[in-house]
């Protein structure tokens, strides 16, 4: 939130077994046991009524061109207020580092955008006219916007979310929807509270390799937000999804309290894919999806040529369950991998897909893999395995 290569086998309870053991592990050893639940932007139900109103497996892709929203005729008459160059100190925050870091190791681009707080009500709103919604962000670049403390505007909206839910940085899975609009915003943007770069003191020692995971968590947001435009309506609106896209997120990084769930609920769909493919109708029950719903193959990947995030969940699978699972899940034109991968990277009729797949499926599959024995069964709906209470 394994390997199932024949029915009779009683492989999956001993692997499963196995995830709870490096889960476990995890949890006793690293810093995001001790972190605040509301380290990274799980997104609430509900937003309450004080809110304003407001890549291919290890290669990270290129993203591609984004098409421009002009700003307002006089927002690029006046200079930015916001510094593009960050001090000394500022870089050395556990957040930088961790962002800088990340950005090493998946070959990505950082541009800064550090509010001092003296900008003015006028100077703030224009910029953020310029980032969010103007070509300030180059479509190869993620951009940092850093906040003071702020109160107005659409940066006092953003600023306000971040304060009220102790979020210390959100990515597109937020930001379009506090500002009521999504439409030609850019998605590849995260926000950092200037008062939590270096974390809020509860965390321990490893807080930047913490901080490196959260970029990461974010990082992936945005390739999410370029697939699917609207993520963060479709996040806040609709608690399935919210589910499906947070624990995809959280994957392989130690960015948040209740990374835990994350794996073992992706386990779990897996698998029942792969059962469709041990029985030969995976491809042909997707192929019918796709047709009732006026699609064709070519909107799979690698057709559909959408960045794709899912180096950490490669990894994962191949620690508890090894290299042969990773090629069982592999096998096909059409496999579970790779239309995990797609849906958890954001590609929006892909997620319906599953959804719609698991559904009408799930009941076979639990005869044909458990018979009798319910008590192992898998959930009986796509809802109920990514519910907040399933593990």
């Not at 196995?18 to 889960?23: E, G, H, K």
């Not at 990274?40 to 109103?53: D, E, K, N």
């Not at 790779?338 to 797949?357: D, F």
């Amino acid at each position: 939130m394994i390997s199932f290569i024949w029915r009779k086998w009683l492989y999956i309870p001993a692997l499963l077994a196995a995830v709870c053991l490096v889960l476990l592990a995890g949890c006793g050893s690293s810093a995001a046991s001790e972190a605040p639940a509301l380290l990274t932007s799980v997104t609430p139900a509900r937003i309450p009524t004080i809110i304003p109103i407001t890549l291919t497996p290890a290669i990270i892709p290129t993203i591609p061109p984004l098409p421009t929203s002009t700003a307002s005729p006089t927002s690029t008459n006046f200079p930015p207020c916001y510094q593009e160059k960050l001090s000394a100190q500022m870089e050395d925050t556990p957040a930088i580092r961790g962002w800088k870091t990340f950005a090493s190791r998946a070959n990505i681009q950082l541009h800064y955008f550090y509010f001092p707080p003296v900008c003015s009500k006028e100077a703030l709103e224009r910029d953020a006219e310029r980032i969010f919604y103007g070509s300030t962000v180059g479509p190869d670049e993620t951009g940092l916007v850093i906040l003071n403390p702020v109160y107005e505007g659409k940066l006092g909206d953003l600023y306000h979310h971040l304060a009220w839910y102790d979020f210390w940085q959100m990515g597109p899975e937020d930001y379009p929807y506090i500002l009521k609009n999504d439409e030609g915003i850019r998605p590849n943007i995260v926000v950092l509270r200037v008062d939590r770069l270096s974390g809020d003191g509860k965390v321990g020692t490893n807080i930047t390799t913490m901080m490196e995971g959260l970029a990461e968590h974010e990082y992936i947001h945005t390739i999410q937000a370029i697939n699917n435009p609207h993520l963060a309506k479709m996040i806040w609106q609709n608690d399935t999804y919210r589910a499906f896209i947070e624990r995809y997120a959280n994957i392989g990084n130690n960015s948040s309290g209740r990374y835990f769930r994350a794996a073992p609920t992706y386990v779990s769909l897996l698998q029942f894919l792969d059962g469709l493919n041990q029985q030969g109708i995976l491809e042909a029950r997707v192929v019918d999806i796709l047709q009732k719903r006026g699609l064709t193959i070519n909107h799979l990947p690698p057709n559909s040529k959408q960045p794709i995030y899912g180096q950490n969940l490669r990894s994962f699978l191949e620690t508890s369950g090894g290299k042969k699972y990773i090629e069982q899940l592999s096998k096909g034109q059409i496999n579970p991998l790779m239309l995990v991968e797609s849906a958890g990277s954001g590609k929006l009729e892909i997620y319906k897909l599953l959804q719609q797949l698991y559904n009408e499926n799930i009941r076979g599959y639990n005869r044909w893999y458990y018979g009798g024995s319910k008590e192992n069964n898998l959930p009986e709906s796509f809802e109920a395995l990514f519910s907040a209470s399933s593990s």
